[in-house]
């Protein structure tokens, strides 16, 4: 099997491949000065499909697919990403790209600004919006966060496909359990500072969610200040920072086989986005949160101004999992035991946006 693992950056797409995990082959750009926030790699075939939301300055935004492991890309006539005429709404960008269980191998979903969740029953080549969450009664007092109105999180159930749970900035966490034909927001516990109320239905700044795949109640969330965890199913949420050195922080990722295993990369706060002592650490929790633990080896410890964004996070499917994130200054790490060493897989890319890996034929 071959280790893939694709990069999007504010300049184009990049493909890392590996057979081993330790040598690694960097090809690109892809999509040469657009700006990739969104990537997925769907495995649920036989055949894989790679998926890329890109930001053309003179087009606009658009999705593209390859069938073959990127040697050539392909764009729905017309762009695959609409909003209906009547909505009003001009699509700004793809944030998230999310195939969903191994149970409808053809849907796909798509979190996009302005904040929207669109759904494709054909792999990707064609979306269309999920009206039971455009529709929803709070939208109309939904705020932006400072990447903008954004749904750059969505997490299928695993074993049901009528469970969806999607993150909203700065509107927080919503669920649907019935195939998003309603929704309810889902920020019990989570704390919203900036607010009057610092617990409200939803107003919540929340950067990422991430779900164990083998413990579908179990799910990880870090907020604009504060990590937390659920369990169950995100109906209600738990303060899990204690260990950590910062709490504010934007990506969050679960372990792919071990439940309870989660990863963060903490930075001191959000007026100074930088990791504390400027070393460059994740963190890693094999309790569900009860206790954290920093791995820095192979990682720079000294004058590292490192900043990794929501998307820049992920683990690949492998036994032992690999652990990787890009950096704001261009550099991808990466880890063939979980997070125990580290490697630097590439270096003097443009603006790392988003990361994802998968184990492909």
């Known amino acids: 099997m071959t280790t893939l693992l694709m990069i999007g950056t504010r300049k184009g797409l990049f493909l890392a491949r590996s057979e081993d995990r330790a040598s690694w082959d960097v090809a690109g750009p892809a999509f040469a000065m657009n700006a990739v926030y969104a990537v997925a790699v769907d495995t649920r075939r036989a055949t894989p499909r790679l998926l890329v939301g890109a930001d053309s300055e003179h087009w606009g935004p658009s999705v593209f697919h390859s069938d073959d492991l990127g040697g050539t890309w392909h764009e729905t006539e017309g762009g695959a ?25 053809d849907v796909v979903y798509a979190g996009v600004e302005p904040a929207a969740l669109f759904r494709s029953n054909d792999a990707g080549a064609t979306f269309s919006l999920v009206e039971g969450l455009w529709d929803h009664p709070h939208r109309p007092q939904w705020q932006p966060g400072g990447g903008g109105l954004c749904l750059h999180t969505v997490v299928p159930h695993p074993t049901d496909p009528d469970r969806v749970l999607v993150a909203i900035s700065a509107s927080g966490v919503y669920r649907t359990a019935d195939g998003g034909m309603s929704w309810e927001a889902s920020n019990t516990g989570i704390a919203a500072w900036h607010n009057p109320d ?3 239905e939803f107003g919540q700044c929340v950067h990422k969610v991430a779900r164990h795949p083998d413990r579908p109640d179990e799910m990880f969330l870090q907020n604009h200040g504060g990590v937390y965890r659920s369990r169950d199913g995100g109906a209600t949420w738990g303060e899990i920072q204690a260990g950590l050195p910062a709490s504010f922080g934007f990506p969050i990722a679960a372990h792919p086989h071990t439940p309870g295993t989660a990863y963060v990369y903490p930075l001191v706060a959000d007026a100074h986005r930088m990791p504390p002592d400027d070393a460059c650490r994740i963190y890693r929790t094999t309790d569900a949160g009860d206790s954290w633990h920093p791995l820095s080896a192979g990682l720079p410890q000294e004058r590292a101004y490192i900043t990794v964004l929501r998307d820049a996070l992920c683990t690949d499917d492998a036994d032992p999992a690999g652990v990787y994130f890009g950096t704001r200054t261009g550099e991808v790490f990466g880890s063939a035991d979980e997070g125990e060493s580290w490697f630097e897989l590439a270096r003097y890319l443009p603006d790392v946006l988003t990361v994802r890996a998968a184990q492909v034929a």
């Open 81 to 105: 990403l609409r909003f209906p005429e009547e909505t009003g709404a001009a699509l700004a960008r793809a944030w998230q790209l999310q195939p969903a269980s191994a149970a409808e191998p």
């Open 198 to 200: 610092p617990y409200p």
